[in-house]
């Protein structure tokens, strides 16, 4: 039988890439940093404009049937349906999750851009439930705006008007599943 190229490449991954920070490679306009959210996240080095393309969303794309249950414990970024990018250790995995994010997926899902100014030493966050279409999937969020929703959740548990204004910021997937929602 002949061996899946993913399923390969899957066994490679290193778990431990998230105690690694001294390995992140920076940007000229982000860099990983202790967080006041979530141990580590990912900061502003200068101001950055609104629109702004920030980071590109990268990750070892995987179909559903090739992720084991080992990997989905670390962070997975759901892309379709059935498939995920997981997180591989470079600097867009140590996002933080906001439900007042300055950071969004631009309209090809395939990284982040600013939604507003934002100022240096800013924290970059976007919102997890952008690209989550897993009804069961929950946690606390932690993120302290006054816009928290208390728990983070997929896109189908969202109430109508968080569905509403998250959807042209989602991944493509989603606005396409629920665009006439
Ligand atoms: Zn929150």
Redesign the pocket.
Known sequence: MTQNPAKAENKKIDNEWNTKLESVADTEAAEVRTSTIAGTGVFAKRHINRDEVILPLTGLRLHESEISEVNRSLSLLQVEEDEYLMATGTIDDFLN???DPNLAFTPDGQSFFALRDIEKDEELCWDYSTCENDGEWSMD?????A????K?TGFPNLDAATRKRLLPIAQPYLRRLYGNA
């Open positions: 999750h906001s439900c969020c932690l993120c302290g705006t816009a928290c929703r208390g983070v």
